[in-house]
């Protein structure tokens, strides 16, 4: 499959993740949809190029229109720790982003395994980060 098929698909499915706003206008996104939305784009991104992204930039040359989540990124709101990289399958996988204060009142983190949960801020704390 070319990328731009690919990025299409990626993007296709990164919609989905959204619920419909009852006014028929766009939702906002939430913090757990846009994690969700950037493990599928750390997954895309590791797949295509076989190491993991370091930056935003990165993210933007498999598909060129980023979604929310990378707004997210640049303005601060979503922490990444890059070069830690995509592994599905990781058992007692690493925090690979998180909300930018989860450290001090708890929120939603991204493992490198792709899933998205809920941690307190002990959780966080605890928690192994990816490298």
Do not use: H
């Not at 797949?47 to 498999?62: C, I, S, T, Y």
């Not at 601060?76 to 989860?102: F, H, M, N, Q, T």
Request: aromatic share 6%; with cysteine; hydrophobic share 45%.
């Amino acid at each position: 499959m070319n990328r731009v098929v690919m990025a299409a698909v990626v993007l296709a499915g990164l919609g989905g993740c959204r619920q419909a706003a009852p006014t028929g206008s766009a939702a906002p996104a939430t913090a757990e949809s846009e994690l969700r939305d950037l493990g599928e784009l750390f997954r895309y991104f590791a797949q295509e190029n076989k190491r993991p992204a370091r930056n935003v930039a990165d993210l933007g040359r498999v598909v060129p229109e980023l979604p929310p989540a990378a707004r997210a990124v640049d303005e601060g709101r979503i922490v990444v720790l890059w070069g830690g990289g995509y592994a599905p399958g990781a058992r007692g996988s690493a925090v690979l982003a998180y909300e930018k204060d989860v450290s001090t009142t708890g929120g939603w983190v991204l493992l490198q395994d792709g899933s998205v949960k809920q941690m307190t801020a002990a959780e966080f704390q605890s928690a192994p980060k990816a490298k």
